[in-house]
């Protein structure tokens, strides 16, 4: 089943990854800046340097193979493990970047969702707001867990031994 992971790139090879990703029939998103008036950027270029967000489906395309890609530094791991990125943070990234930060993102129909779409409009409004990269990287990583601590709370209830 094709997910959504993170990959960080060797230095200003950005580029070079993406190339040779595809060539493997990975799907890459990699959000860019706009150079627009109305941004507070003063210039263009990758909203989370280094990082890139692949599709893929790790029974077809490897671990190992994304690992040793030309420009691929390595898949990221949360707390020593190969996590998923979920596909509404996605969404929601491709939908404020497609339109303006001011735009309402809906991510589903259950009050739960609802909250987490209200969450992830604020972080993401941030990040698009943030002129220096190394905050909006750390943004995400705040976005990511609280996504991962809100999806674990909902859908995964584990009792704990005493």
């Known amino acids: 089943m094709k997910n959504w992971y993170l990959v960080y790139c060797n230095y200003n090879q950005e580029d070079r990854a993406i190339i040779n990703l595809e060539r493997q029939g990975v799907q890459v998103f990699c959000p860019m800046l706009s150079q627009d008036n109305h941004s507070p ?28 890609t030309r420009g691929v530094s390595q898949l990221i791991k949360f707390g020593g493990r190969q996590e998923i990125i979920p596909n509404i943070v996605i969404e929601s990234l491709m939908f404020y970047i497609e339109r303006s930060p001011e735009a309402e993102f809906k991510g589903g129909e259950s009050p739960n ?3 987490l779409s209200e969450d992830l ?7 698009l707001s943030e002129c220096e990269s190394d ?11 609280l ?4 999806i674990a709370k909902e859908i995964v209830k584990i009792p704990v031994k005493k």
């Open 41 to 68: 950027h003063k210039k263009g270029g990758y909203m989370f340097p280094r990082y890139l967000f692949c599709l893929f489906n790790p029974e077809v395309t490897s671990k190992t193979t994304i690992n040793s």
């Open 113 to 115: 969702l609802k909250k």
């Open 121 to 127: 409009s604020a972080i993401i409004k941030g990040i």
């Open 135 to 145: 905050k909006r990287v750390l943004l995400f990583f705040s976005l990511y867990s």
């Open 147 to 150: 996504i991962v601590r809100d």
